[in-house]
Structures are given as structure tokens and as C-alpha cells.
């Protein structure tokens, strides 16, 4: 069963878009991530692939670089025709949000999507009120200051990184295969560079300014694309 977050303008361009929270009766498998619930955040008035190839997926991805343009050179690791179109297929079906639903769970931010599409006081809540949460934005340049406390600035280098940390961001970065780790980067221990050896349920790191910065070496299908960012 899943539910719905949020429907209403995007905080980015302001077209219509909707969050769910899905996982809450069967958490997420995902080995990297553990049993998590997770956020979907999608337009409302079109599917995942046809807002990607049709650059409409800005209300809800914003400037991430790794979206692509027009549905090529798409370096995210998200599949679009699985667990995102399947929400949207399905958003007719979502429940109203109980009360105390996020009590004792951990929630990943933005399974899909940038929380900086929604207003802040829908993330706040949900870190408010869950036991841990995760999360990613890239639109730190520009979002509102306050989602700080509940996400961490995505980049892609180390120019990026150096200006996130300027603005008082604690930062996740996303690196190609030879590239090195910087002064004060973790290694991610969910991946494979880092042996695997805790999941973002154990790990809990990547949860905002309170927390260390974090490195991954790029992987899913679109990987080969991530290069031509650099």
C-alpha cells in the first residue's frame, strides 16, 4: 500500500506534480539501501519516461545533470520504467496519510525525485517524526537553506563539493571510476568500493549538515554517460 505526501505545484517551476511514500508494509529490498520506506516524487500529468524525453521532468529533477536531456545520456541510476512508472501507474490507488505513519521508520528521501520540489515543511515532518532518514538534492544552490538540516548537496566534483561546503552544506559526491577520494570524504560503506559491509538502514550517514561527507564511485545502467560531466 502507498500513500500520498503531497499533490500540488512544484516548489521549481510550479507544475503539477505528487509525492508518495510507498514501503511501509513491504519495505524496500534493495541490498545497497535495506529495509527502508521511500518518497516518489513524479509529475502528475505525465509518466516518469514521457516527463524525461520530453524535458518536463525539470519540476521534479530540477538541474540535476544526471537526468540527461530529451531521455539521452541519462548517467541516473534510477530505471524509470520500474519502481517510478509503477507509482504513477498506480496514483489513483494512493491512501491518505495516516497519522504517526513515519514512528520507527526509516524513510529515504527522494527514491525519485528532488525534495526540493516539495515544500519544505513536508520534508520537516517527515524528519520530525521518523527514525532516521535519508536524502539527496541537487538543486542546493538555489533551494530553500532550511532543507540543509535534511539532505545532503549532490555533486559531481570537486569544484562542486568546495562551493556546497562554502554555503554550509554537507555534501555526497558522486565520482567516476579513477577518480580519487577528497580530504574529509567517507567512502560510502554500502557500495562496492566499500565492501558492502553496512546498508543506508545501518548506516544512516547521509542525513543532512549534521552529517559526514560521503563519496561513491558512479554505477547503475547509466554510468557510461557520467564521464561526459566532467
Not at 500500500?1 to 508518495?20: C, H, K, R, T, W
Request: hydrophobic share 35%; net charge positive; charged share 20%.
Amino acid at each position: 500500500m502507498s500513500y500520498l505526501l503531497y499533490e500540488g505545484p512544484s516548489m521549481l517551476d510550479g507544475n503539477p506534480i505528487f509525492a508518495a511514500l510507498t514501503g511501509i508494509e513491504r519495505p524496500s529490498t534493495n541490498i545497497k539501501t535495506g529495509p527502508m520506506a521511500q518518497t516518489f516524487i513524479l509529475r502528475s500529468d505525465m509518466s516518469p519516461i514521457a516527463a524525461n524525453h520530453t524535458g518536463a521532468d525539470h519540476s521534479i529533477c530540477g538541474t540535476c545533470p544526471l537526468k540527461g536531456t530529451n531521455g539521452k545520456q541519462r548517467s541516473c541510476y534510477v530505471t524509470l520504467f520500474q519502481a517510478p512508472n509503477n507509482v504513477y501507474r498506480y496514483r489513483d490507488r494512493l491512501k491518505p496519510l495516516p497519522r504517526n505513519i513515519f514512528q520507527h521508520r526509516a524513510v529515504r528521501l527522494g527514491a525519485y525525485g528532488d525534495h526540493a520540489a516539495l515544500p519544505v515543511a513536508v520534508t520537516a515532518r517527515i524528519a520530525k517524526h521518523a527514525a532516521m532518514t535519508t536524502g539527496y538534492t541537487h538543486q542546493w544552490r538555489t533551494c530553500d537553506p532550511d532543507l540543509r538540516k535534511y539532505l545532503m548537496a549532490s555533486c559531481e566534483s570537486a569544484a562542486d563539493r568546495e562551493l556546497a561546503k562554502q554555503m554550509g552544506w554537507s555534501t555526497f559526491r558522486i565520482k567516476s571510476t579513477d577518480a580519487p577520494k577528497l580530504k574529509g570524504e567517507t567512502i560510502c560503506p554500502a557500495s562496492d568500493e566499500g565492501g558492502k559491509i553496512m546498508t543506508c538502514y545501518t548506516c544512516g550517514r547521509c542525513s543532512g549538515n549534521q552529517a559526514k561527507d560521503v563519496v561513491i564511485t558512479v554505477h547503475g545502467t547509466g554510468k557510461r554517460h557520467f564521464d561526459l560531466l566532467e
